[in-house]
T-cell receptor
Framework: NAGVTQTPKFQVLKTGQSMTLQCAQD?????MYWYRQDPGMGLRLIYY???????DKGEVPNGYNVSRLNKREFSLRLESAAPSQTSVYFC???????????FGQGTRLTVV | GESVGLHLPTLSVQEGDNSIINCAYS??????FIWYKQESGKGPQFIID?????DKRQGQRVTVLLNKTVKHLSLQIAATQPGDSAVYFC????????????FGSGTRLLVRP
């Protein structure tokens, strides 16, 4: 049972490049989330998907897009990366209570 | 490892003592209030949650207290151990009947041997 799997673990982008962060969960959870965590800071919600087929903005959605491909997968896309998007990105999912979230191992993204 | 907690408030306790970590929340409409632990280089890990209609819940070595009057949440860790050293975040979910899981400020807990 892998839980939540994120790829890649590390990525370096040049300003203006695009990329997609992948996330998959195998716990049959309905809700999935994308967060960013800057050094020494807390987690800020970028986008979330309450259920398959729905997505909603979080606290810091600008510069990002998401796709809930199916119940298992929730991807995050940066269309034109900026240095301000340098951060660690975490994907998470929740089950019935929406309280206990399971997190992936994170993607460390650097935009130069 | 990850520099999580570098600029966060720090609580330093002696091994074996009890720890109390506090959090102020802003939205009274949340359904769940939750505590997470984050170790260096890892994603947050669920510790315990409490529903909005409760004021106390106990787990193994941990107790969460909810004071809705002053919008305050606390996590008590009994007999703190070196393995408890981490950054602790409060979070809330169910705001306005949504499934938005929002994290609050964190506290770094250092356990002195």
């Amino acid at each position: 049972n892998a839980g939540v799997t994120q790829t890649p673990k590390f990525q370096v982008l040049k300003t203006g490049q695009s990329m997609t962060l992948q996330c998959a969960q195998d716990m049959n959870h309905n809700s999935m989330y994308w967060y960013r965590q800057d050094p020494g800071m807390g987690l800020r919600l970028i986008y979330y998907s309450a259920s398959e087929g729905t997505t909603d903005k979080g606290e810091v959605p600008n510069g990002y897009n998401v796709s809930r491909l199916n119940k298992r997968e929730f991807s995050l896309r940066l269309e034109s990366a900026a240095p301000s998007q340098t951060s660690v990105y975490f994907c998470a999912s929740t089950g019935a209570t929406h309280a206990e979230a399971f997190f992936g191992q994170g993607t460390r993204l650097t935009v130069v | 490892g990850e520099s999580v907690g570098l600029h966060l408030p720090t609580l330093s306790v002696q091994e074996g003592d009890n720890s109390i970590i506090n959090c102020a929340y802003s939205n009274s409409a949340s359904d769940y209030f939750i505590w997470y632990k984050q170790e260096s280089g890892k994603g947050p890990q669920f510790i315990i949650d409490i529903r909005s209609n409760m004021d106390k819940r106990q787990g193994q070595r941990v107790t969460v207290l909810l004071n809705k009057t002053v919008k305050h949440l606390s996590l008590q860790i009994a007999a703190t151990q070196p393995g408890d050293s981490a950054v602790y975040f409060c979070a809330e979910n169910g705001v306005d009947s949504s499934y938005k899981l929002i994290f609050g400020s964190g506290t770094r807990l250092l356990v002195r041997p």
